[in-house]
């Protein structure tokens, strides 16, 4: 078996994390150790061996509906429904569960099993990876389904075709504005032939990473997915090239009066995943925060923006997302109001991002960062959560961001670090918007672009 050290696509701060690594606590620095290999067959491996009873296996591979022509959109997700049809009888004696998903630069397959099922599981993945099984009828039930699917959507999921529209409108006529699960008129003329041409072309070994936590070795691991029977592929992850999907200022609106709440995002272009900017925005998401009415937190909120929403009952809920990509990215608001709240919560909302431009505090960078640290170590103190954590930054930056490395990179971030990142995103910049339900009282493009900026010198 041949394996070589990953290679890093962004290097450790070694010099940050020697000088930080005394005054962090210890339950960081004696975080359990990752291990990373390149195999031979061009697959990147990452483990974090415990002793723990359960493991988690899984594969990431550089594959999505940005990926996608657009006469194949909705592949990767179809291929992602299909994965363990045809492995019905394996996956049931492995007694654990598996998954399968799909993204805009991602598809994920998972098993969570005991760990004396961990080689079964893993070499079950490779199977699933190289030599799918689902037959034409698999492929027309589960079309039917996703066609099921949405049909629903435009009335019930909200949140998941407001995002699907805001993609649409900030990356138009780019394949980043693809919807995951595609049109109906491509999911339909979509078939066991199309898609299995998909994941050959897709499915390569320089273009995975696989993850595995709790009780196995790396050792087992590299051998087992060694075995893989995948193409190596010309290029890694992390060198395959994206269409570049421009962001264009725009705005789509879906006026539905006889829906009770407006449901709204509002963003601003980011440059991705690797940018020095991802970091700060961070913590620049976590100073606007989230609220909703039903938490019990009220007025007492830990953000500017909450309690002021909270003090004008503007919203029944908001929340900031970063949804970093390879080379783009959107950074905002989603918000959920009544129609006659819409300006005020719209004026607020800017007011907020604009604050983090001109006023942001040290306090409330350090309250962030503390938020930050919590919130990371509580996403990856499952398995699952660590599993998750490692298969993205293999296949986003090559190597494994270790806790301590993490922290440190935290603390050493300024207020002029923070009010610098939100100034590049945000200020007299131009967004993108969606919103779907009543409208009449949601500011224009105009009104809103206006106040991304203030008259300060």
């Known amino acids: 078996m041949m394996m070589r050290r990953v290679g890093r696509a962004v290097s450790p701060p070694t010099l ?27 697959i990147s491996v990452a483990a974090e061996a415990g002793p723990d009873e359960l493991a ?18 909705g ?37 969570a099993v005991l760990k004396a099922d961990v080689p079964a599981a893993t070499a079950l993945l490779g199977k699933v990876v190289s030599s799918p099984k689902f037959t034409e009828a698999d492929v027309d039930a589960e079309k039917g389904a996703v066609l099921a699917e949405m049909e629903a959507v435009t009335v019930d999921a909200h949140e998941q075709l407001l995002f699907e529209h805001l993609h649409a409108t900030a990356f138009q006529d780019t394949f980043l504005a693809q919807p995951v699960a595609g049109t109906p ?11 299995v041409d998909f994941t050959k072309a897709n499915f390569t070994g320089s273009r995975m990473a696989v993850a595995g936590t709790g009780g196995l070795t790396m050792e087992g691991l590299a051998a087992a997915v060694e075995g893989w029977a995948v193409g190596a592929g010309p290029t890694s992850a992390l060198d395959e090239p994206a269409t570049p999907s421009v962001f264009t200022g725009s705005d789509v609106r879906a006026r539905f009066d006889s829906y009770p709440l407006a449901h709204v995002a509002l963003a601003f272009e980011t440059a991705g995943w690797r940018s020095k900017l991802q970091m700060p925005l961070l913590l620049v998401q976590t100073i606007i925060g989230s609220w909703d009415k039903a938490s019990g937190v009220g007025k007492n909120g830990t953000s500017a923006l909450s309690r002021n929403v909270a003090e004008n009952e503007l919203a029944t809920s908001y929340t900031a997302f970063n949804l970093a990509y390879k080379d783009t990215g959107l950074f905002g608001v989603y918000m959920v ?63 494994v961001m270790s806790p301590a490395e993490f922290f440190a990179r935290v603390d050493a971030l300024t207020v002029a670090d923070v009010k610098a990142a939100a100034d590049q995103v945000v200020n007299d910049q131009d967004h993108a918007l969606a919103a779907v339900g009543p409208l009449h009282e949601l500011p224009d493009y105009n009104w809103i672009r206006r106040r991304s900026y203030w008259l300060r010198y």
């Open 16 to 42: 940050l994390l020697r000088r930080t690594l005394a005054s962090l606590p210890s339950y960081v620095t004696s975080a359990p150790a990752v291990s990373t290999a390149k195999l031979s067959n061009g």
């Open 337 to 399: 109001a009544p129609e006659n709240k819409l300006e005020d919560l719209a004026w607020y909302t800017l007011h907020a991002l604009l604050k983090v431009v001109h006023q942001t505090t040290d306090e409330e960078v350090e309250y962030a960062k503390a938020q930050l640290k919590t919130n990371y170590l509580s996403s990856i103190s499952s398995l699952a959560g660590a599993n998750d954590n490692l298969g993205r930054q293999m296949l986003t930056y090559g190597r």
């Open 75 to 111: 592949a990767s997700n179809l291929v992602a429904r299909l994965a363990f049809r045809g492995y019905e009888s394996e996956v049931a004696k492995l007694g654990g569960s598996v998954q399968a998903w799909a993204a805009r630069e991602m598809t994920v397959m998972s098993a």
């Open 56 to 73: 988690v296996v899984s594969v990431w591979i550089d594959s999505g509906s940005r990926y996608e022509a657009s006469s194949l959109s």
């Open 185 to 195: 008129e491509t999911v339909a003329s979509l078939n066991k032939s199309t898609l």
